[in-house]
């Protein structure tokens, strides 16, 4: 959590997001965790579903690699964050 204390983990579960071209993807095993107030992602958790990601110019984007590229989550940089 970043200061050393845990939280509990309140289920894990199957969520619809809305992606940046207006599609929507569906997210399994995701973590509800009730004391954190932020929507989080794991990068470790994204590559072991086999995507792959690249960045440049305040822009993260994961990609599905298969016959060429797809473009599945799209972040942009705010605040030195991602």
């Known amino acids: 959590m970043g200061d050393d204390h845990t939280c509990n983990m309140g289920g894990v579960s199957m969520i619809l997001i809305n992606m940046f071209n207006e599609m929507v993807r569906e997210q ?22 086999g995507l792959e990601f690249t960045g440049g110019d305040g822009v993260l984007k994961v990609l599905k690699v298969l016959k060429g590229s797809m473009v599945m989550l799209k972040g942009v940089g705010c605040n030195n964050l991602n």
Do not use: T
């Not at 009730?34 to 992602?41: A, C």
């Open 28 to 49: 399994k095993d995701v973590r509800y965790i009730p004391q954190i107030k932020k929507n989080l992602i794991s990068v470790g958790a994204l590559e072991a579903q």
